[in-house]
């Protein structure tokens, strides 16, 4: 036997060690041995329980060296308090008296049955605790006195884990989500209550049966293979599928299915999770309707426009197939929105959409831009190019046609719109959505040019004016910064022929090239936003030139007139850059005029006259351009502080052969006198025109015949000119 430093060293009694003075029977050598190798902790104590035998288990499993413990009490070392406490409380509560709580407690079974079986906590050394299954036993002599005692300790931690754990496996398998479990050859072996519920299958109905009695028939063999084939290859699938509950319903579930194994690496379950994800499904379906589809129309949006519009562009360059995009704005919507009011609006874009629908196929598409802009795409037109156009065409004039018919809102009355529509074909292989997009606006640009209901294809020759339009933007720009503007004036005359003001004209004059007239390249300006700079600029001028004009008395009650564009006078500063110019010049404010055009009125009218009543204030007056080419009626009209009219010049120049005009001309002049507003007949040429206004009652005349625009200078010279 070896006497190594673990092992105690007991005096020995025949070769077997025992601790002195005790009273232990006489071991053999043998059951020494097995003593000190058992796989339990094996402790011996005297009758009053001071350790006398405490084997090398025992030195494990509590960290104690032997000798720090023979000798000693076994309750205070490796009992917990509690413990023993606990016993003691029993035992008086049993009616027995163990004054001492102590060791008496821990054996008095032992001494009442002669041995004790049952769970404790011990305590190591280092203070963390142990659950041990406990057999005291009584050791008596061969005369059968009691001796001392036999305590045989296993370690029983490891088996109160695996019971948690089934405690919490068996709760987690009675979770929320349905469980299956089958055996490796899918044979349903357990499932779970949630199981139940979900499937409408009993734990009976269901055990011993094959999952495939939960089949919809939804996904077919491929999607099964594949699963399996995943299965197989990493143990784990999990994705969406439908399920057929007991009573018949399909219903969508979010599934994972794991395999479990055994020791020795050979598949012996199946474990199915799965929940109804139907809830999860109608969300879903509520928030791809929220992104993809116009609240108000029901109509697919732009993003699920150009989504479609770039498949069927990948279709097509597949199958060579033609497709066409139409663009659909409706024509003055923003007129009916702002006198009919936003709901009337409203149920008109709804008939519109209707319309649509009832204008194409199964397959296409009619989408809503946003506010009364609509598209649709029309798919698979054929190889053929000219017979794609054909088509598309077909299917615009279809469309032109319905939205022609009248609109009965609720108001009872009849309601008539239009629509101007542009067409971009498209054929897989040329063309980006964006660049499709573009052209199918352009080419509703020129519809709308072409006077509105009107119907445009995107030809090269549009793109080649989509060149050339990039090619003035950027010229514009550098017009600005190299300052290659200049300001022209033309004269404006009264009744008698004297000079009373002139008008301010902008013109770009680029080096060496000629002279740019506004009408190409003020739209474009306008779109840029360059009208800002640009028509600070001509204020700035202008000023310039009234506080010259101040200095001459030949110039100094004249007024000039500055064309301001909507989109400068919707500018939240215009105010003080008037305000500004005009200090900067100390140029006086009643001489200057700011000419605005109908399309400003429509927007928000407190806005508007707020600024023009600021800048009345300072004693600038304002003139409507244009005026005949709008929508503004005369009426609507006094809601403006203006203070003069101006005849576009589309009426003056046949006013003396299209009745029709000279009727128009000579009743926007009545009812302009009759507002007190001075009217003003731009684009004057002829004498015979001049006599009809004269007749009509017009007072203030701007046109060729009295002189064309022309440079500040020439202008001073020529007033110096006129007769006093
Ligand atoms: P508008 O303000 O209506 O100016 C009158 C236009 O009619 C001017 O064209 C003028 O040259 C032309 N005109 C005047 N009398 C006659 C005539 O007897 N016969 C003919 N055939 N034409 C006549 P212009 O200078 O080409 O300007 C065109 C438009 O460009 C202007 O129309 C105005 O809307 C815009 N514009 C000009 N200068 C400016 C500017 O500084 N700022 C802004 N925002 N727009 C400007
Ligand atoms: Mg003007
Ligand atoms: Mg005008």
């Not at 001459?552 to 400068?568: I, K």
Request: proline letters at 3%; charged letters at 25%; one cysteine or more.
């Amino acid at each position: 036997m070896s006497q190594d430093q673990d092992s105690p060293q007991f005096c020995c009694s025949a070769d077997i060690h025992v601790a002195p003075g005790t009273a232990l029977p006489d071991l053999c050598a043998i059951q020494y041995a097995i003593l000190e190798n058992a796989g339990y902790a094996i402790i011996a104590t005297d009758i009053s329980g001071t350790i006398l035998y405490f084997n090398r288990a025992a030195q494990q499993m509590l960290g104690y060296a032997w000798h720090e413990v023979v000798g000693r009490a076994t309750p205070e070392l490796f009992h917990s308090p509690e413990e023993v406490a606990a016993r003691s409380r029993q035992l008086q509560a049993a009616g027995a008296c163990p004054c001492d709580a102590g060791f008496a407690a821990l054996i008095a079974r032992v001494d009442a049955e002669g041995r004790d079986d049952g769970e404790w906590v011990f305590v190591r050394k280092d203070g963390s605790r142990l659950h041990v299954q406990l057999t005291i036993t009584a050791l008596r002599d061969a005369a059968g006195d009691l001796i001392g005692y036999l305590g045989i300790a296993a370690d029983i931690g490891e088996r109160l884990r695996m019971e948690q754990e089934l405690r919490v496996a068996a709760i987690a398998f009675e979770s929320q989500a349905a469980i299956m479990v089958t055996d490796g050859a899918q044979r349903i072996l357990r499932v779970n209550q949630a199981f139940s519920k979900l499937t409408g299958y009993s734990a009976e109905e269901a055990v011993g049966q094959l999952p495939s009695m939960l089949k919809s028939g939804r996904q077919d063999r491929a999607f099964y293979q594949q699963m399996w084939r995943e299965l197989q290859e990493t143990g784990h699938w999990q994705g969406e599928i439908w399920n057929r509950r007991k009573g018949g319903e399909v219903y969508p579930e979010w599934l994972t299915i794991s395999a479990v194994y055994d020791a020795d690496g050979q598949l012996s379950n199946y474990v199915s999770t799965f929940s109804d994800i139907s809830n999860l499904k109608v969300a879903e379906s509520e928030i791809h309707h929220l992104a993809f589809y116009d609240p108000l129309t029901a109509l697919p949006n732009r993003r699920l426009l150009l989504n479609r519009l770039d498949k069927a562009c990948q279709a097509g360059r597949r199958s060579a197939q033609y497709g066409a995009l139409l663009f659909i704005d409706l024509d003055h919507f923003k007129t009916l929105n702002d006198t009919l009011g936003h709901d009337a609006g409203d149920r008109l874009l709804v008939e519109v959409a209707n319309r649509l629908k009832a204008c194409i196929r199964v397959g296409d598409t009619a989408a809503r831009q946003g506010g009364d802009e609509f598209a649709v795409m029309l798919d698979e037109l054929g190889v053929e190019p000219g017979a794609a156009a054909v088509h598309a065409e077909t299917v615009a004039e279809k469309i032109r046609g319905e939205l022609l018919r009248p609109y009965r809102l609720d108001d009872g009355a009849d309601h008539f719109g239009s629509a101007s529509i542009g067409i971009s074909l498209f054929h897989g292989q040329e063309k980006s959505v964006e660049a499709l997009v573009k052209q199918a606006d352009i080419a509703l640009y020129r519809a709308k040019d072409a006077g509105r209901n009107a119907i445009r294809f995107f030809d090269n020759a549009m793109q080649t004016a989509l060149d050339e339009r990039a090619a003035l933007e950027y010229g514009l720009r550098s017009a600005l910064v190299r300052c290659q503007f200049v300001l022209f004036v033309q004269p404006q005359v009264d009744t008698a022929g004297r000079l009373i003001g002139a008008e301010c004209l902008i013109r770009w004059q680029p080096p060496g090239r000629p002279q740019v007239q506004p009408g190409d390249f003020i739209p474009l300006a306008e779109e840029s936003g360059l009208i800002v700079p640009i028509g600070l600029w001509v204020l700035d001028e202008a000023c310039s030139r009234l506080r010259q004009w101040a200095e001459a008395e030949v110039t100094r009650d004249l007024y000039l007139s500055v064309n301001v564009s909507a989109c400068q006078f919707r500018q939240a500063d215009f105010v003080d850059q008037v305000t500004t110019a005009l200090q900067r010049h100390g140029a006086n404010p009643a001489r200057l005029k700011i000419e605005l055009t109908e399309s400003l009125l429509l927007d928000n009218v407190d806005q508007v006259v707020a600024k023009m009543q600021a800048l009345q204030a300072l004693g600038v007056c304002f003139s409507l351009d244009d005026f005949g080419t709008g929508y503004a009626s005369l009426a609507y009209l006094k809601r403006f502080p203006f203070e003069q009219l101006k005849v576009d010049r589309s009426f003056i120049r046949d006013i003396a052969t299209d009745p029709d005009d000279a009727a128009i001309v000579s009743a926007i002049v009545a009812m302009g006198n009759t507002l007190r507003l001075s009217v003003v007949a731009e684009g004057v040429e002829t004498e015979e025109q001049h006599a009809f206004l004269l007749e009509h009652g017009c007072r203030c005349f701007q046109g060729y015949l009295f002189g064309k625009p022309m440079a500040f200078a020439d202008f001073e010279r020529h007033v110096r000119a006129l007769p006093r």
